[in-house]
C-alpha cells in the first residue's frame, strides 16, 4: 500500500542529545514537509523540500536540519539547540507545484527526558 | 500573506445533532481550502478540498464545506453527528504561489466532543 511511514512512533531524548525522525513515502511525490504540533497551536511548518537534494526553512527552522539525499526519504534531525523540542511531529508529502493536498504519516511523538 | 483562523477551539454536540465547525480565511487571491481530522496520536485524514470548482464541497463520512467568498468563509457541516466524528478538526489554507514553498497553513484547530 502506498503511503508515508514515520518512525519511530515515541522518542525519547535526554537533554543536550541530537535525534533523527525518519520520514519515508513510497507515493511518488516531489514535495515533502516536516510539521509540528503543539497543543493548541495547530500544525507549524519546520522545512519543507520540492524537489531532491533541495530543501527550505519553513517557519519555526530553529533548531532543526533536514536533508533530501533521496526521493522517498526526508529525515529530520532535532538538535540540541532546539529549546523546547517536546512536541508531536508529522510528516508529510504531496504531489508539489501549487498544492492541492498532502498526505500525512502517523506522527512521531518525542520527549525530553 | 494567508491565514486561516477556527472560530471555535471547541465544540460539543450530542450524537445525531448536527455539526457545525466555523472557518474564516484571509487570502489575497483565490485559495485552496481544506478540512482535516485528526484522531488522537495519529496522523492527519483528509476530509474535503476545495480547489476552484463547485462552492459547495462533499467530502467523506457525510462532511461537507461550503465555500463563501463574500463571508471569506468554509465551514464545516455534517447534518447528524455519530460517536466517531470525536476529533480535532483543522481549517487549512494553501499558500500563495509566489510564496516561498507550497506548504499549507494550519488554523489552531477544534476538538469536535459527541456525546450519546
Known amino acids: 500500500d502506498g503511503g508515508i511511514t514515520q518512525s519511530p512512533k515515541y522518542l525519547f531524548r535526554k537533554e543536550g542529545q541530537n535525534v533523527t525522525l525518519s520520514c519515508e513515502q513510497n507515493?511518488?511525490?516531489?514535495?515533502m514537509y516536516w510539521y509540528r504540533q503543539d497543543p493548541g497551536q495547530g500544525l507549524r511548518l519546520i522545512y519543507y523540500s520540492q524537489i531532491v537534494n533541495d530543501f527550505q526553512k519553513g517557519d519555526i527552522a530553529e533548531g532543526y536540519s533536514v536533508s533530501r539525499e533521496k526521493k522517498e526519504s526526508f529525515p529530520l534531525t532535532v538538535t540540541s539547540a532546539q529549546k523546547n523540542p517536546t512536541a508531536f511531529y508529522l510528516c508529510?508529502?504531496?504531489?508539489?507545484?501549487?498544492?492541492?493536498?498532502?498526505?500525512f504519516g502517523q506522527g512521531t511523538r518525542l520527549t525530553v527526558v | 500573506a494567508q491565514s486561516v483562523t477556527q472560530l471555535d477551539s471547541h465544540v460539543s454536540v450530542s450524537e445525531g445533532t448536527p455539526v457545525l465547525l466555523r472557518c474564516n480565511y484571509s487570502?489575497?487571491?483565490?485559495?485552496?481550502l481544506f478540512w482535516y481530522v485528526q484522531h488522537p496520536n495519529k496522523g492527519l485524514q483528509l476530509l474535503l478540498k476545495y480547489t476552484s470548482a463547485a462552492t459547495l464541497v462533499k467530502g467523506i463520512n457525510g462532511f461537507e464545506a461550503e465555500f463563501k467568498k463574500s463571508e471569506t468563509s468554509f465551514h464545516l457541516t455534517k447534518p447528524s453527528a455519530h460517536m466517531s466524528d470525536a476529533a480535532e478538526y483543522f481549517c487549512v489554507v494553501s499558500r500563495t504561489a509566489n510564496q516561498a514553498g507550497t506548504a499549507l497553513i494550519f488554523g489552531k484547530g477544534t476538538t469536535l466532543s459527541v456525546s450519546s
Open positions: 507515493l511518488n511525490h516531489d514535495a
Open positions: 508529510a508529502s504531496s504531489i508539489g507545484g501549487r498544492i492541492t493536498e498532502a498526505f
Open positions: 487570502s489575497s487571491y483565490s485559495p485552496s
